[in-house]
């Protein structure tokens, strides 16, 4: 955990519970507008679509991408964040 940034330690310190979509690493605060005005405003919404694609990173990214503007390096974060979170919780 010493080479996780900031924002993924305290991410992956507890479990998602009711936490906005801007609490997941990787979203920025125009990618997380972006996400809210489409109904993804909490951190659990986000992780069911990342289980719904079968934890698949790279189709994650694309579905970022595409559907909501993200950034390449966001969409990584992102991805590697809920990978992070669901070795630790499930």
């Known amino acids: 955990m010493d080479n996780m940034s900031p924002r993924l330690r305290a991410f992956l310190s507890e479990p998602i ?10 979203i920025s605060h125009e990618l997380a ?5 489409k109904g993804i405003n909490k951190a659990y919404i986000l992780l069911g679509q990342f289980l719904l694609m079968h934890k698949n990173e790279a ?26 979170w669901c070795a630790c919780f499930l």
Do not use: M, P, Y
């Open 17 to 26: 519970g009711e936490k906005d979509v801007c609490w997941v690493d990787g």
């Open 33 to 37: 507008i972006n996400l809210v005005t």
């Open 59 to 84: 189709e994650f990214q694309r579905w970022l991408i595409c559907c909501f503007g993200a950034t390449e390096c966001e969409a990584q974060q992102t991805s590697h964040c809920l990978k992070e």
